[in-house]
């Protein structure tokens, strides 16, 4: 059990990482704004699913194996990684397209910049849970 859920929380924390430290950054580095900003929000809408779901599996697995609930402790961790960009997803995402089509450009870039703040909240707390999980045994 508590490889599978290494191997669940790897996948959570490098996909996340890769999506927002190389991924996002690469494509508005090589593609026009308009597609780089399409591709970027498609790989974060699928990085928050994705999170949203090993969060689950973590959550169930740690419900089942006891002494894995304590390598993933304090709970709330797992659950604000998984909800910052849930957050970002259901309320900033509608309102940045809202924005966008309005061309309040102003309003976008401000929305645009606490999405990011989740998911940079989500990055620290998905390292937070990486070193938790590993910490040496006490």
């Keep these: 059990m508590s490889r599978f859920a290494a191997v669940v929380l ?5 996909s996340l990482w890769t999506v927002c430290g190389i991924a996002a950054p690469a494509a508005f580095a090589v ?9 970027a929000g498609t790989l974060f809408q699928v990085e928050t699913w994705l999170g949203a779901a090993c969060a689950l599996i973590l959550f169930a697995v740690a419900f089942v194996h006891k002494p894995l609930a304590a390598r993933l402790s304090p709970s709330w961790l797992v659950a604000a990684t998984a909800a910052a960009p849930l957050l970002s997803e259901l309320v900033f995402s ?16 401000m929305l645009h910049g606490l999405a990011a703040v989740l998911f940079v909240a989500a990055a620290l707390g998905a390292l937070l849970l990486v070193l938790r999980f590993n910490r040496p045994a006490e």
């Design 94 to 109: 509608p309102m940045m397209a809202a924005a966008r089509a309005a061309n309040d450009m102003s309003r976008f870039g």
């Design 31 to 39: 593609l026009d704004r308009p597609a780089a900003g399409r591709l």
């Design 10 to 14: 790897t996948l959570w924390a490098g």
